[in-house]
């Protein structure tokens, strides 16, 4: 958010006002540990300075206080970038970073006006704003300003399910599998017992594709939980869980598939 | 670079908590290349620490109070052989604040635990 973002508001209107709005109290936010010097505040996990601002106190705010649509279109901060024309290396600049250990701020996001080159860089902003949304909520005014804003954003024509959908309530596992029949952007389908481990371990396709193994989740939980399959993990002895799975049953592959989903929000407890 | 058997401990952990800050933002951007090259470093660090007298792992105790959560996960699972109720509730404290998707990866170190497969040594 830009510094002198309260110029888009009213004479008289408070921006904090409008970023309290609708504001939800979330118990299990991460909060900054005891001990430290901002403890007890609210923080994204990553650093120690509570950044919150968005979680303090509520205001009312009128929607006539809301300016134009092309001056929030600014409000959002949408800025050209410099690309790096090497793929696979960070991109000069500011990256979120280890300075302050990055991670989603809880002020909006950062547009960016072209679509990032480097797919971290792209998955980051998607994380970002995903997260950012759930903790303003999407319905709040503030969150529908930032969607309208992303709705102007080609690059992001793509991606504007994918961030709406990384914040649905988790459901069961009924309700997953039957969502496959209904494909809707946003959403991928996802195996329960990985695909390819499956093949590797000689399941048949039909076996695989069994509708007791597909679910329809959101795009980047699906993301996140393919990523975790991949991930040098403590937990067996610092192989990752594809590898610890690449000789268990198929029955304990798909105890541990639907652990993931529940452990990523996708699936009721 | 000082060789690891001749760094400082104080250095090591400083060393394990930048390397836990970079695993934080390759976590969320789900590059798992570099997570990856980033566990094997901190392995490293881990395994000088363990070797050292009196297992000077116990010194990443000090970081369960550190603010970035993946930093306080690692520092948990290096010392629960050491220190299990303690690391323990670290571990508990990431799986409750459902901040995804280290709170998944905590969660499902509690399940591992609790079922077998993860023997923390």
Avoid: C
């Amino acid at each position: 958010m830009k510094a002198d973002a309260a110029r888009y508001l009213r004479p008289g209107s408070s921006l904090d006002a409008l970023f309290g709005v609708e504001q939800k109290y979330n118990p299990n936010q991460p909060r900054v540990p005891a001990g430290s010097s901002d403890g007890g505040q609210w923080t994204n996990g990553a650093s120690g300075s509570a950044q919150n601002d968005a979680a303090q106190s509520s205001g009312n705010i009128d929607l006539g206080n809301l300016p134009s649509f092309s001056d929030l279109f600014a409000l959002f901060q949408i800025a050209p970038q410099e690309f790096d024309t090497t793929d696979d290396v960070q991109l000069a600049g500011d990256p979120p970073g280890i300075g302050h250990n990055g991670g989603p701020s809880l002020d909006p996001p950062e547009m960016p006006d072209e679509r990032p080159r480097l797919r971290g860089d792209r998955v980051g902003f998607l994380k970002d704003a995903a997260t950012w949304l759930g903790q303003v909520g999407k319905a709040s005014v503030i969150g529908q300003l930032f969607l309208g804003a992303a709705n102007n954003v080609e690059w992001l024509d793509d991606y504007q399910h994918t961030i709406q959908t990384y914040n649905d309530p988790p459901k069961t596992l009924d309700e997953l599998q039957a969502d496959v029949a209904n494909p809707e952007k946003g959403y991928q389908i996802h195996h329960i017992m990985e695909q390819t481990a499956a093949e590797r371990w000689g399941l048949s396709r039909s076996e695989i594709d069994d509708p007791s193994n597909l679910v329809r989740v959101p795009t980047m939980k699906h993301w996140e939980i393919t990523g975790w399959y991949g991930r040098s993990n403590e937990d067996f002895g610092g192989q990752s869980p594809r590898e610890y799975l690449s000789d268990k049953s198929a029955s304990e592959r798909y105890r541990i598939g639907l652990y993931a989903l529940r452990l990523h929000g996708v699936l009721k407890p | 670079m000082m060789r690891l058997e001749q760094t400082p401990t104080q250095e090591l952990i400083d060393r394990f908590t930048r390397i836990g800050e970079e695993q934080y933002q390759a976590i969320w951007v789900i590059d798992n290349a570099r997570y990856n090259r980033l566990y094997r470093e901190m392995q490293e660090i881990k395994d000088e620490l363990k070797r050292r007298p009196g297992d000077e792992r116990r010194a990443l105790a000090k970081l369960y109070d550190h603010p970035n959560m993946q930093v306080r996960l690692m520092a948990a699972h290096a010392t629960l052989a050491i220190s299990y109720t303690a690391a323990r509730q670290v571990i508990q404290s990431i799986a409750d604040s459902g901040f995804l998707p280290y709170s998944a990866d905590a969660g499902m170190t509690l399940l591992n635990l609790d079922n077998g497969i993860y023997k923390p040594a």
